[in-house]
């Protein structure tokens, strides 16, 4: 072991009214049990405690609307019509002068014995003219609302605009173990047109992971007080790499392998294509990270762009897209990380792998690619075994054991599926490996932290002008407001004993009124108040509009002539940081 390390050891089926069901599964086909759900309101005995793990494919609702009461338990909006295959289906129509914005239908369930649970939703639907509208949140909707710590928090399938036939849309969603409330939402918001709902079910996808409870202090991968750096690219010049090393006393880097410009605009799917970029990546990480070693960093190899990934609005290829689609990416993206383990497995500058930035792993599944044995809709093609498709959580966990079975020692860092912001880690269940170090990015307001940006990539004016401290979004942001948007990671370390990374944090340098520095002084004063490793996004790569070296002046794209005070407040915090042990200052 290298010094900077630290070792560890179809047919149609006959539709029941709604109800529930409890089933266990034999030879991969349904043995179903049916409960009522209600007689006129839920009422059932088994609801009212906190349910165990339900296995995957337990049915917990469905509904083909054919029965006499099916839309009693329904909210708001519930007019039957034509079905698909059947006589009745749940339907919306919307006018485009409609009074409200919203035509939908709520179905509250039981949240008790879905906590912690992942399911499926599944339904057939069909949509006639719905016409688009510029609000992001309108559409045709088939969505979850939940309730956790107070605050709703939203899932929707991505079903578009315009008209289609009958379709099966399946997609999917967590409860929070500490959810309060989980409802069902059908129809039009915002959008006129017509829409149809039929044959809805709600099953397990994945019960809840039990995790061991973790003894000792938790894992940190390195035996320094604290990793305290920046982000930056792997072709950053080695006179950079020494100014953050020993002028400014950084002992972190956060090294980003992604693709963007050209290499983002080609076949996402091509995988040669993919190889080639790759071997120029890691070549130019070899110096690198001989660099960090000459000048006592520390180093994360971030792989930003992993095979498959699609293009983000930001012009990289994220960790998205085919990854969660295609089986050969899935195959490359482990193949991947093989290679790398091997490269760097003698490299002792190397802290830990970042197995994927900003994971998005979108809730909407292609029907054909369920599991097997389990008829999300009817008619609808089964998974067949050996597929290999994974969610995030299983496709890291392959991953981390292939990593580990080359090279045991470096951290692994983990970062949650569509939730990279600290809002990820609420209700999360830690994987089923140990040594794991969990990491967010902290951008929170986003309306705040990115003001400007979008506009100058849309050629737009920028209007709205926010200060921190102060009202953002109708919100009032201060220290304490950005702890509480944290504290589903304070909660998550303190309740599985684990260590955090903060991958990225940053404001745009011409946030009005210097409030860029307020904001990142309280941010770092909660990281250093909890013990977290962080890098700031990001250090002298291409784009100035994150550098604490350029001052507010949006327009001036020359390093300011004397410290700002973002850049003075990091160089103060690097001033505490220790070197790894096998460093030694010439």
Request: net charge neutral.
């Amino acid at each position: 072991m290298n010094q900077a390390r630290l070792s560890r050891n179809p047919d149609k089926i006959n539709k029941p009214n709604m109800n529930i069901r409890m089933n266990s599964m034999r030879s991969a086909l349904w043995l179903p049990l049916a409960i009522t759900l209600f007689n006129g309101a839920f009422a059932c005995p088994g609801w009212s405690q906190e349910a165990s793990s339900l296995p995957r494919g337990h049915v917990f609702f469905e509904t083909d609307f054919e029965a006499a009461d099916a839309t009693r338990a329904w909210t708001r909006s519930t007019r039957l019509d034509g079905g698909f295959q059947s006589a009745r289906a749940l339907a919306f129509t919307r006018g485009d002068n409609e009074n409200s914005d919203t035509t939908l239908a709520e179905l509250v369930l039981p949240v008790e014995p879905m906590r912690g649970h992942d399911v499926y939703l599944a339904a057939m639907i069909k949509a006639e003219n719905v016409v688009e509208t510029p609000a992001r949140y309108h559409g045709l909707k088939f969505m979850t609302a939940t309730v956790r710590d107070g605050e709703k928090i939203y899932v929707a399938a991505n079903l578009g605009m315009a008209t289609f036939d009958w379709k099966p849309v399946v997609f999917h969603a967590r409860v929070p173990r500490d959810a309060t409330a989980f409802s069902l939402l059908v129809g039009l918001q915002g959008v006129s047109g017509k829409a149809w709902f039929d044959n809805v079910r709600i099953l397990v996808r994945k019960p809840p992971r039990v995790s061991q409870p973790h003894a000792g202090p938790a894992y940190k991968g390195h035996d320094l007080p604290r990793l305290r750096g920046m982000q930056l690219s792997p072709g950053i010049a080695e006179e950079s790499l020494r100014d953050l090393g020993r002028d400014w006393n950084a002992n972190v880097v956060r090294l980003q392998l992604v693709r963007r410009g050209a290499q983002a605009k080609g076949d996402p799917l091509d995988l040669a294509a993919y190889d080639r970029w790759l071997d120029a990546e890691l070549a130019r990480l070899d110096a690198t990270l001989r660099h960090c070693e000459s000048h006592g960093l520390m180093a994360v190899i971030d792989l930003h762009s992993p095979p498959g990934g699609a293009r983000t609005p930001a012009g990289y290829i994220g960790t998205s897209g085919g990854l969660f689609t295609n089986p050969d990416c899935q195959k490359k993206f482990v193949e991947t990380w093989e290679r790398i383990a091997r490269r760097y497995k003698d490299a002792r500058s190397v802290w830990g792998y970042d197995l994927g930035n900003e994971p998005q792993f979108l809730p909407d599944i292609a029907p054909e690619r369920v599991f097997e044995g389990t008829a999300i809709t009817l008619a609808t093609p089964l998974r067949k075994d050996g597929e290999g498709l994974d969610d995030w959580d299983d496709l890291a966990t392959r991953a981390i054991r292939a990593i580990r079975a080359i090279d045991p020692d470096p951290a692994i860092l983990f970062e949650p599926p569509n939730g990279y912001s600290p809002q990820g880690l609420a209700g999360f269940q830690p994987l089923d490996l140990p040594d794991i170090v969990y990491s967010v990015h902290m951008y929170v307001p986003s309306a705040f932290t990115h003001q400007g940006v979008h506009e100058l990539q849309d050629r737009v004016p920028w209007m709205k002008k926010y200060h921190y401290p102060g009202e953002i979004d109708g919100q009032m942001w201060d220290k304490a407001r950005l702890e509480k948007a944290l504290k589903p990671v304070i909660d998550f370390q303190k309740t599985h004993h684990v260590h955090i990374y903060i991958g990225e944090f940053s404001a745009i340098r011409w946030a009005p009124d210097n409030s860029a520095y307020r904001y990142l002084k309280d941010l770092t004063d909660i990281f250093e108040e909890h013990g977290w490793d962080w890098t700031y996004h990001c250090f002298r790569e291409g784009w100035d509009g994150w550098s604490v070296e350029h001052g507010p002046d949006l327009e001036n794209h020359s390093p300011s002539k004397q410290p700002t005070d973002r850049e003075n407040l990091l160089r103060e915090w690097f001033a505490k940081n220790r070197k790894p042990a096998w460093f030694r200052a010439p």
